[in-house]
């Protein structure tokens, strides 16, 4: 079987360039399509890199450089999702405090309101209250008339309801 340059480079994981080489290294044959023989690259390459990487998974996990830091990679990059998810409900915890202070505090300034209204409604029904009084002590103040001033009292009244002045 005859496969193209370019599909021999893919499977076997070398370059183009590789191939070519070693065709004009002689190690390598092309034939007259400048197609190349399956088993001429079984010969100069050994398997696939697709079949190898079968028979690796089948029998062990084969760790190289390259494999180890990939994992120890993928370990960092898990362990700074775990802290990020743990940042993250931390972050939520907090918030759902945040809301429950201002809801007391909320409650709190309804309480205060409403006894900022009472005593509102305290002060006022006080001043009320020292108004009447005020005004009870001022009538009281007076000092009573005699009988003979209400009779004279009486009588001015009287004259000044004939006499009606320009001035009234």
């Known amino acids: 079987m005859n496969i193209s340059v ?3 480079a893919k499977e076997w994981g070398v370059s183009r360039t ?5 065709v004009n290294d002689g190690e390598l044959s092309r034939t007259a399509d400048k197609k190349i023989d399956v088993s001429e690259m079984l010969r100069v390459f050994g398997e696939p ?3 190898k990487r079968t028979e690796r998974s089948v029998d062990t996990v084969q760790s190289t450089p390259l494999n180890s ?3 120890q990679h993928n370990t960092d990059i898990e362990h700074l999702l775990a802290l990020e998810k743990l940042k993250n409900v ?7 405090d945040q809301k429950k202070l201002i809801e007391n505090y909320q409650q709190q300034i309804g309480q205060l309101n409403k ?8 002060i006022q029904d006080f001043a009320q209250v020292r108004l009447l ?8 103040d007076e000092p009573p008339l005699e009988p003979e001033q209400e009779k004279e009292d009486d009588s001015i009244v009287a ?8 001035f009234f």
């Open 6 to 8: 370019t599909k021999a």
């Open 18 to 22: 590789t191939i070519y080489q070693k």
């Open 49 to 51: 890199i697709s079949k």
């Open 69 to 71: 830091q990939s994992v």
């Open 90 to 96: 931390h972050l939520s915890q907090q918030v759902s």
């Open 115 to 122: 006894t900022l209204d009472k005593a509102n409604a305290s």
């Open 133 to 140: 009084e005020f005004k009870q002590t001022e009538v009281n």
């Open 159 to 166: 004259t000044a309801k004939k006499k009606k002045r320009w």
